[in-house]
Each structure stands twice: as structure tokens, then as C-alpha cells.
């Protein structure tokens, strides 16, 4: 994949967003592993702007991992500053799963319970509607089906 071409701008924007990151991917003395790429992948997937520490001394080196992490990823090189370097890459977008089965969540429906006397002011109660439940007429919470009852316990009663 070619690296991502940004404005000055842009890339002055980046720089800006990931002064308060700390660096997700460590790469160590083995150098640039399929482990690190695969590693440095998953964090571009999973928040886009990256920061990545190298414990190497060797500027030449740095500076090529950055280069090949660039290329292969598919990222843009934001900032080499001593041993950090800091990549981006836009996120995709991501599926919202619809669930079918999902029952209606809690309503609140504000109520007046006027007074028997004529002249006092009606009371507002607020009431909590979960989704197997439904409000009546008169203001009372119910539920939307009969609580099913066995043939044993009706016999009972």
C-alpha cells in the first residue's frame, strides 16, 4: 500500500492530537517484526493516530522502520522526535449490528394525580414504563401481559 500524502497543515493538526498519546507499540531489539506490523496494524485499525516508541539508538534505523511501516500499513508519517514515531491512518468505518430480538427500553411519562378537593393544584409524578409494561388510563403501571400462571397454581386458587 503507498503512504498517505498530507499537507502541512493537516500533518501540524496530527501533531497536535497526539502530543497527549502514549505509545501503543513497542518495538524492541529484534527490530521490525511481522508481530510489531501486525501489532502497529490493529492500533491504527482500532484509533487511528498512533504513537510508537523503537528502543534502538540508530537515527538511520528509526527512520527506516518509519518508512516501512508507512508503506506497508498504508499510514502517513506524522512526526519522527527522537525515539517516537507517530503514524496515522484514517479509521473504517464500522458495521452498526441491528439486533431484532431487542425489547423497547424505559420510558418516562410524567402523570397529574388531580386532588379530590376542587381548588388544590394536580400533582405531577414522573413514571418509569419498562418496555414489558404499559400505562393505564387511570395512571397505573401494568404490565403489557398477564403474568401466565401454571395450571397447577390455578387449580390451587
Given at each position: 500500500?503507498?503512504?498517505?500524502?498530507?499537507?502541512?497543515?493537516?500533518?501540524?493538526?496530527?501533531?497536535?492530537?497526539?502530543h497527549?498519546?502514549?505509545?501503543?507499540v513497542?518495538?524492541?531489539?529484534?527490530g521490525?517484526?511481522?508481530?510489531?506490523?501486525?501489532?502497529?496494524?490493529?492500533?491504527?485499525?482500532?484509533?487511528?493516530?498512533?504513537?510508537?516508541?523503537?528502543?534502538?539508538?540508530?537515527?538511520?534505523?528509526?527512520?527506516?522502520?518509519?518508512?516501512?511501516?508507512?508503506?506497508?500499513?498504508?499510514?502517513?508519517?506524522?512526526?519522527?522526535?527522537?525515539?517516537?514515531?507517530?503514524?496515522?491512518?484514517?479509521?473504517?468505518?464500522?458495521?452498526?449490528?441491528?439486533?431484532?430480538?431487542?425489547?423497547?427500553?424505559p420510558?418516562?411519562?410524567?402523570?397529574?394525580?388531580?386532588s379530590?378537593?376542587?381548588?388544590?393544584?394536580?400533582?405531577?409524578?414522573?413514571?418509569?414504563?419498562?418496555?414489558?409494561?404499559?400505562?393505564?388510563?387511570?395512571?397505573?403501571?401494568?404490565?403489557?401481559?398477564?403474568?401466565?400462571?401454571?395450571?397447577?397454581?390455578?387449580?390451587?386458587?
Amino acid at each position: 500500500m503507498p503512504q498517505i500524502q498530507l499537507t502541512p497543515a493537516q500533518r501540524k493538526e496530527h501533531r497536535a492530537l497526539a502530543h497527549h498519546l502514549n505509545p501503543v507499540v513497542m518495538v524492541g531489539g529484534d527490530g521490525l517484526t511481522a508481530a510489531v506490523k501486525k501489532e502497529a496494524d490493529a492500533a491504527l485499525n482500532a484509533h487511528g493516530l498512533i504513537k510508537i516508541r523503537v528502543f534502538s539508538d540508530d537515527r538511520p534505523a528509526r527512520e527506516a522502520m518509519l518508512q516501512t511501516l508507512t508503506d506497508e500499513l498504508g499510514a502517513a508519517p506524522i512526526q519522527h522526535i527522537g525515539k517516537l514515531l507517530v503514524l496515522w491512518r484514517p479509521m473504517p468505518e464500522r458495521e452498526k449490528s441491528v439486533d431484532d430480538d431487542r425489547m423497547p427500553g424505559p420510558r418516562d411519562f410524567k402523570v397529574l394525580k388531580y386532588s379530590k378537593r376542587g381548588g388544590q393544584r394536580p400533582e405531577v409524578k414522573t413514571l418509569r414504563v419498562l418496555g414489558n409494561q404499559r400505562l393505564t388510563a387511570g395512571g397505573q403501571v401494568k404490565r403489557s401481559k398477564p403474568k401466565q400462571i401454571s395450571v397447577k397454581k390455578q387449580s390451587q386458587s
